[in-house]
């Protein structure tokens, strides 16, 4: 099995950063694809960005592009969320996923495992 465990949540105001942190642990070797959804109050879970297992490949929901940037460190089982120029309208729930097989999909369906959920509000 494979634990995700989010870190970095928290209360920030419009326009600020957050650094969102997701490390992986147990049966580590089958994770290809890691992603991040996020969840506000009364709204369907959303994608929000994929990595590939290389870290070569990247793909960004529309709403955070040019915003928040994924990135991965393998040796550390660990994959990370910077997200900057926050605004009220990105606060939810923020989930990690692992997916064990490769492509980015941005439909929750396509992973396989869960992490369960870090905050992120933004104040205006």
């Known amino acids: 099995q494979v634990q995700l465990v989010e870190s970095g949540g928290g209360l920030v105001q419009a326009g600020g950063s957050l650094r969102l942190s997701c490390a992986a642990s147990g049966r580590t070797f089958p994770i290809n694809a890691m992603g991040w959804f996020r969840q506000a109050p009364g709204k369907e879970r959303d994608f929000v960005s994929g990595i590939s297992r290389s870290g070569g490949s990247t793909y960004y929901a529309d709403s955070v592009k040019g915003r928040f940037t994924i990135s991965r460190d393998n040796a550390k089982n660990t994959v990370y969320l910077q997200m900057n120029s926050l605004e009220p309208e990105d606060t939810a729930v923020y989930y990690c996923?692992?997916?064990?097989?490769?492509?980015?999909?941005?439909?929750?369906?396509?992973?396989?495992?869960w992490g369960q959920g870090t905050q992120v509000t933004v104040s205006s």
């Open positions: 996923a692992a997916a064990r097989l490769p492509g980015l999909g941005t439909d929750g369906r396509s992973y396989d495992y």
